[in-house]
């Protein structure tokens, strides 16, 4: 059975997004980009501002509530729906949750075909790289470096302080079959 899903793994300002991007050039056949950016950009604002929703502490920390786990479950099936439909799927995700989170994706995936890859790197790499985007709340880069991956189980690991994107991006299209 061949790959259906690569999953990205890692904290914010780890370099994810870049790994995608190279991945959809170097593998040959057609990937989509899916993550949790897209799940927040979908969302209503009234979701970003209630109790129950998602909301992004002034020191970086990431709080969920009730009403985004309902819709990020909804999301995750009709991700898992699309992979058995014959789409593949790169998912970029941070799990606030480590294992816990990477249990609730197996779930969904089941039987797919998936390639765990943790996304690492060095919380202050990570930390300069949040400051010169400036698009991101400076904490949340560092909070996330190390916690996204406990109890984590990967199939590969790549840490993008050592190496830039394309080079991840090459090592982890070697093990897609």
């Known amino acids: ?25 170097v593998l040959p056949e057609p990937w989509l980009a899916l993550g949790t950016d897209a799940l927040v950009a979908a969302m209503p604002a009234s979701m970003r501002a209630a109790s129950g929703g998602i909301a992004f502490a002034p020191d970086g920390e990431v709080v969920v509530g009730s009403e985004f786990r309902a819709v990020e479950a909804a999301w995750a099936e009709g991700v898992a729906a699309m992979a058995r439909a014959g789409a593949r799927i790169i998912l970029d995700e941070v799990f606030l949750a480590g ?9 969904v995936l089941g039987e797919l075909r998936v390639l765990w890859v943790g996304v690492r790197c060095d919380g202050a790499v990570a930390a300069g790289r949040e400051v010169a985007r400036g698009d991101r709340i400076v904490g949340m880069a560092a909070s996330q470096a190390e916690a996204v991956h406990r109890g984590m189980v990967y199939d590969l690991e ?20």
């Open 1 to 25: 059975m061949l790959t259906q899903v690569i999953v990205l793994n890692g904290g914010s300002s780890s370099g994810k997004s870049g790994i995608v991007r190279c991945l959809q050039a």
């Open 99 to 107: 294992a816990d989170s990477q249990r609730r994706w197996q779930k």
């Open 158 to 177: 790549v840490d993008t302080a050592r190496a830039e994107s394309m080079e991840c991006a090459r090592i982890i299209a070697a093990q897609v079959t």
